[in-house]
């Protein structure tokens, strides 16, 4: 059975070597820290860096970009990322932890990030700000939590929608009301 | 439009703008840096790297640079592996 | 005879609701897109100078307000959307349940008063949603597009600025960089054979990550050629991708390997779209 071309390693960096690297990089690591990590120096880290993302454009059966979706998830157990932690205030620290335990934590501030886009903010700043959370970490959650998510929408659309109309409704007018207001507020049939 | 609907729509893009213009982007501003060059000798022995003895591992006293095996990349090829 | 044991249906008070409800509609479906009028027009300027002004190579700040924008605009839609749902449908279901069967000749002059208003407001609220999305394309295209081209070009100018001025670190031999580098590249010195590393500056790493855009921007006139061509001209679509592509491999030629792998994929999922 021949191996996947696709998947050999490059530069001697493995797929689950790429995916935690990036996931570390949304967690506050620099390209140098990452590139010590997985003992290499930056121009090799660097090309890496441009010719993972390469092979995914190529595979047409999206193979290599659910992986790397997969590992991302895992980056937190990648043993030579271990003993690397970025710098995180202690509340970020248990807040981060939190996103990756309690689904409904996630599923809300996720939601609060997307809403903040729409009020003028930049979101993963506002999560920064507000939860100490770096957007790596988010995505970390969403791999985790994807299919949990997949068989809830499965088992309960309707209660789904509602949970996720409910968070929309609370940071709208939260954000509503740090800017004085929706536009047409004033404006009623 | 009255005054003061335009006063409330000129108000609030003002404070749109205010507020897009000022916030801390995440990720930080974009930091414009020279080209540089650098070296990196080997640790144990002081040796310079030299192109025909690869970039994985020093010439001299072995010492090793990068333990893993460099592919065909960009530049980089499996030449490079010392 | 049929007719005579039919009473016939009168109610003038829900006619008057119905025209009055039909003006309340328009009347705050006018005031909606007054205000997003006024808003979309003053801020077309503001975008334009905020993208100009901002030396963020990702113009985030202007990203940022067009959302702001484009999400009042949908607040504005979902309100809409709310105010038809209780005051014209909830309105026509319950005026539609106590009217005499459609069958019948006794109500008909009020189910088509209904019919009537339920098209009348139908239409009023396409033209308001086409207006809302007519503004939104408006947003979206205020500021224009980077100049990317005078962009790569000045980058061009620095590095034949400085390619000849390093020094190799462990001799001083001078190198010279023999093409552009986008990433940390392994440089040889000529004299002492040491591998150096060479950096290269933000603006040229910046050249890499805009390359497709200038790519796209240099061969845009071609994708037009294939989107506006009835029916589609599937050899237009060829032309601008192979075009486009050929742009992109000039600007950065070390990845042409690589693009080349990445054309054959568009090429055929543009072809298999093509069969469905």
Known sequence: MSENPLLAPIHGITLEDYSAACAKIGSGLSEEEVAKALGVELPVWQEANLLWPERMKQDATYHIITLFGQYFGEADQHPKFLNLKPAVSAEGTGNIDKIKADKDFYQELEVARQVAYEYGLDGAQWIMDNYGIPVGDFQIAASKWSDQIHQDIQANYAGYNQQQDAYRTKYQQLFAAAQGGNLADDISF | MSQEENKRTLTYLERLKQKAATQENYGGEVVKEDAKMKVRDCPECGAGRAYQHGLTACAYCGFVFMDVKLTDGVHIKKENNS | ?276
Not at chain 3, 84 to 110: D, H, K, M, W
């Open chain 3, 1 to 276: 005879m049929f007719s005579l044991f039919q009473k016939k249906y009168n109610n003038p008070a829900l006619l008057e609701k119905i025209r009055e409800t039909q003006e309340r509609w328009f009347t705050f479906l006018g005031k909606l897109e007054a205000r997003m009028e006024e808003m979309s027009t003053a801020a077309i300027p503001e975008l334009r100078d905020l993208f100009n002004q901002d030396n963020d190579p990702y113009k985030r700040a202007h990203g940022h307000m067009l959302q702001g924008l484009l999400g009042q605009i949908n607040q504005m839609r979902h309100k809409a959307n709310e105010a038809r749902e209780e005051n014209i449908f909830c309105f026509v279901s319950a005026a539609e349940a106590t009217l005499p069967a459609i069958t019948s000749n006794a109500g008909q002059e009020y189910h088509n008063a209904l019919y009537a208003f339920r098209m009348a407001c139908s239409d009023r609220y396409h033209l308001f949603d086409e207006k809302l999305n007519h503004h939104i394309t408006l947003l979206q295209k205020a500021a224009g597009e980077q100049d990317l081209e005078a962009i790569y070009r000045e980058e061009l100018t620095i590095f034949e600025n400085i390619r000849d001025k390093f020094s190799c670190k462990q001799c001083g031999g001078n190198i010279t960089i023999p093409q552009m580098f986008f990433i940390a590249t392994y440089v040889n010195c000529p004299f002492c054979k040491t591998q150096n590393t060479f950096m290269p500056s933000t603006g040229a790493q910046l050249v890499l990550h805009q390359a497709r855009s200038l790519a796209e921007q240099r061969t845009a006139h071609l994708l037009h050629a294939y989107e506006e061509s009835v029916p589609k001209n599937e050899t237009l679509y060829k032309q601008y991708l192979r075009a486009m592509f050929d742009e992109w491999n000039k600007i950065v030629p070390d990845m042409a390997g690589e693009n080349e792998k990445f054309y054959q994929r568009l090429l055929n999922d543009h072809l298999i779209n093509k069969l469905k």
